[in-house]
């Protein structure tokens, strides 16, 4: 098919205002914790305080006596409640190792925050209380916590495996055996870089919060949870509490952000419904800011080793990857794929032979498990490629823009079928970085650099870009299926036109902040010829939307919004056999245009759209074989992922006397095809690239070396706010997805992915005249000052 | 996020005040802003049986102008002192320390009196009225008394102030034209200093004191004398960390933060000297 440019149209391309704030913003969004339950009874969980300890006893008797309090369970007490342990849905290799996991540790704790036993009060004070009053006696076992340590096997978590690696994952594409090796022997030019992906806490503005409501007979549930995937959660929570999957009805309300940290099965999620059917009543629970930093997954966590082998000209000729990844104590609901959904990007926006040598290996470590969060894997390896890139140009000497335009993927090759066998479908890497350039007044910069940063000045001017692409759009279900993952990648979508032409969209996404409501509005409203305000779209319940598998991994728009337009056309479709019928003419003699069904050629002969529903509805004179009523429902599979791109700037200022660094200009120019709103899009990426910076110059989860966690509150894991940052200026180019009839990609982790490596090849510009030429994240002042005093002869700590 | 249980009493003047804090002793504490006090609650890390708000107490939120100083009541506001007039003309160094202090919404709850009770020292006001040469008064049952800044703080989150007192003013000498400067270096806007400096100087004499650089707020007068004996700002600023005793945390090592000393004492001394 061909897919064109969107032309502004009606609506879809306009910056419509997003129908979800005026609630949000009032106050008037009911998140899960202002649901009110009458008869709730709390949940608390006692967390271990050790990162790796055996559980000699646990003494509740003097917590039970704290009034208020009604039952308290350990591990060993719930282990009848489980068919299953907890799910992984992505055993990425069949020799994969999983030790089994639980709700509640039973023998042995294996992070700081795994839970020990759960505590079920009429109030949330009593709740609290009783966790001081239970007396855990542990034995304290060495915890593993370095990433080079837990591969040594020196002290092994998981005794039963054997072993703390979870598996070792291997994409080797060689165009003859052994090409990559010979690549790097006689390469005119090699680099080879470590970098460090620290771990970081996703910190949605709304820690989790739970309630689980049973029904008094006939053993239905409800789960309220501020979750990301009331599908999968429905049947996950069904498979592991071994209860007929009917019974089971997922609700997310208003949910305060996830980032990937509320795409998961949760303990908590489990102890609620557990606890409540054993009860027989509703059971609340709800995080703590201070316990979400250890209870809920984090993300990153990774080494990398990359290599690059180039000819004379810089143009790449192989690459090799070695990753370690860190999984942490346990394998949660994606856990071992998050390394390899970036193993196919490392070689990033550029034209390479077949010569990809990528291993990762990943390992258990005494600290809180690890998931997908905003760009789940492809950050990670945009980082080492661009960072590569740049080291690769150091070493030629030439300018890294240069180095970067020669190898970029050009133009004319899309779509382009990768060394992986994976199709690129549509991009122009090189007008996105040369609008970014101007946006950023490259040249200007550069001469203004030169004028700042001569000797002696204590302030440096750097400049730093990134080029990135990502696959998104998860994805294409018999890909998924080669690569071990246990669920497709479809979207379902229903479409309904109620008698009054007012238009009901059930969609399988799961917004928890991306604004599906006002999109998928605006793509039915565009499609029906009906205003956008008489769409309701409704989600995020299972038992409204039926079939679903939620929203990560950027997959909504191209996926989720894709099968609503599919299912709108099948709308029009059967419209048009009603109208045709009705006006006593050919299918084919009809056009749709303005919601309006017209003979060509003899306008007068037409039928609303408003008529054909209220016909459909009244079924007074429909075609022989037609259905009453007008709607259709979609499950759509889509033929690939969708490759957003684009190219970062950002200029900084770094005072070389104290390593404070000022992002002065950061320009995002991103492509993700035709845009639906750009105000959303525009949103979503400053969100993004927010927490690329964050990740660049402020947050890590730090531990020490018995796996305790350092930064466990907002004062100590520094999240920046709106006045830490600069002001983004964004700009795009459109290159339509021509695998979709919207021409649409995914963006919401776009920002995120070109980001980190912008900020930091800035900094690295801005003191090479210093002879720096890495930096570690977060680059926060001490790090860049005992850097620069490393690379100069200052050389103190 | 939940305290302990606590009992709670409102105060409606200051010697209802210490009256009540004489019958609880050290069950109980002083609950002004709040600011400082009920975070740690919430983490458990205070437990006191007892809260008496002293929020109400009006008398206490007072700017004057007594002459040769401009007395300040305890409970006065960090934004009322960031936008005094009297402040910014008499004492402007302590205008900007106010306006330092943690985002808009903290300064419109928190009272310098809390802050310097606190004793905490992080935090911007003490340090700054420390460098002023300030003097708190003190009511306990048996009366007032005048403490100098300098003999206040006596350990991490430790004063002079006895369980039955409260501090009802703080009186800061007139800065009468000095140039001043406050460097506060921090990672995000609303942080604590990773290392402040509160600095004036005239003709000769000036005053610094240091923010998170030991267990208390620190003054260097080890910066004050050289500058009083002629040296030059730099060869002062290299005094910078002499009196002071820098712990290490997750954003700065204790070295680093002697060197950051350095850089933002002789910075501000530039700044206070043009």
Known sequence: MTITENKPTSVIGTRLLRREDPPLLTGEAKFTNDLNIPGALHLTVLRSPYAHAKIKSIDVSAALKIAGVIAIYTGKDLQSSWASPMPCAWPVTPDMKNPAHYPLAIDKVNYVGDGVAAILATNEVASRDALDAIDVQYEPLKAVVDLEDSLSDKNIIHT????????????????????????????????????????????????????????????????????????ILKVMTALTLGIPEQQVRVVA?????????????????????????????????VEERSENT???????????????????????????????????????????????????LYAGVYDIPKAYDFECTSVFTNLTPTDAYRGAGRPEATYAIEMAMEALARAMKIDSFELRKRNYIKKEQFPYVAFSGLTYDSGDHLLAAEKAAKMTDLAGVRAQQKKQNVPGATKLLGLGMSSYFEMCGLAPSRVLASLNYSAGGWEAATVRVLPTNKVQVITGTSPHGQGHETSWAMIAAEKLGVAPEDVDVLHSDTAISALGLDTYGSRSLPVGGVAIALACDKVIEKAKTIAAHQLECATEDLQFANGTFSVKGSPDRALPLAAIAFGAFTAHNLPEGCEPNLEAQVSYDPPNFSWPFGTHMCVVEVDTETGAVEILKYIAVDDCGNQINPLIVEGQVHGGVVQGIAQALFEEAVYDEDGNLKSSNLAEYLVPAACDVPSITTGHTITPSPTNQLGVKGIGEAGTIGAAPTVISAIIDALSGLGVTTMAMPASPQTVWKTIQAATSGGKK | MIPAAFDYKRATSAAEAISLVSQYGSDAKFLAGGHSLLPLMKLRLAQPAMLIDIGRVKDLSYIKDAGSHLAIGALTRHMDVETSKVVHEHAPLLAKAASHVGDSQVRHRGTIGGSIAHADPASDLPATTLALGATYVVQGPKGQREIAASNFYKGFLESDLAADEMLVEIRVPKMQGAGWSFQKFNRRAQDWAIV???????????????????????????????????????DAAALASNEADPQSDLNASSDYRKHLASVLVRRALEAASK
């Open chain 1, 160 to 231: 039963e495996l054997g072993t703390n690696k979870s598996y070792t994952w291997p994409l080797l594409v060689e165009e003859t055996p052994g090409c990559v090796e010979e690549a790097f022997k006689k390469a005119k030019y090699k680099v080879k870089e470590r970098y460090v992906q620290q771990r970081l806490i996703p910190m949605a503005m709304e820690p989790r919060a739970i309630v689980a409501v049973p029904q008094p007979f006939g053993g239905d549930i409800t789960l309220y949870s501020s979750t990301q995937i009331p599908h």
């Open chain 2, 196 to 234: 402040g400096v509160a600095a004036w100087h005239r003709k000769g004499e000036a005053g610094v004191a240091l923010v998170n650089m030991g267990s208390t707020p620190i003054l260097a007068t080890s910066v004050a004398n050289a500058i009083a004996k002629g040296a030059s700002i730099s």
């Open chain 1, 253 to 285: 309300p208003s949910v305060g952000g996830g980032f990937g940290s509320k795409l998961d099965v949760y303990a908590e999620e489990l102890l609620c419904m557990a606890l409540s059917r054993k009860h027989n009543a509703p059971v609340r629970w």
């Open chain 1, 294 to 344: 250890q209870a809920t997954i984090q993300g990153r966590g990774q080494i990398q080793h990359v290599e690059l082998a180039a000819d004379e000209n810089g143009k790449i000729t192989a690459v090799r990857v070695r990753i370690v990844g860190d999984m942490g104590a346990y394998l949660q609901l994606v856990t071992p794929g998050v390394p390899l959904l970036g193993a196919f």
